[in-house]
């Protein structure tokens, strides 16, 4: 082989090689890339359920005359439930279950309306 064919061949090699660095480098950084996008995909997934299950009765509204309710995510909700009532909002004493949901825990369970016979 002659001299400048033997750099011309190096050359070559040289740009092959730096071809496949460069692929690879892509395809690692491809791969980054999708692991970022689908983690942060599953904590803003997992902050809305979240979330959303935390704010569901954080707050009570008790009135005269009527049912303690605990259906209420914020303290403005349950305020203007109870300004015209006279009655009072406080901290649901268990937040996250259905207490307070419907009725209380003293009203009995439910009638059934059997109809005519």
């Known amino acids: 082989m002659s001299d400048m064919r033997q750099r011309e061949f190096i050359t070559l090699l040289r ?39 935390a704010a569901s009765n954080r707050w009570c509204a008790t009135a005269p005359k009527h049912s303690e309710s605990c259906g209420y995510a914020t303290l403005d909700q349950c305020g203007a439930y109870v300004l015209g009532l006279g009655g009072w909002c406080r901290p649901n004493p268990f937040p996250g279950t259905a207490f307070g949901t419907s009725g209380t825990w003293s009203s009995g369970p439910p009638r059934q309306n059997r109809g005519a016979y």
């Open 15 to 53: 740009g092959a090689a730096a071809w496949a660095v460069a692929a690879r480098v892509r395809r690692r950084q491809l791969i980054m890339r999708t692991i970022a996008l689908v983690s942060a995909s599953l904590v803003m997934i997992t902050l809305l359920v979240t979330d959303a299950d």
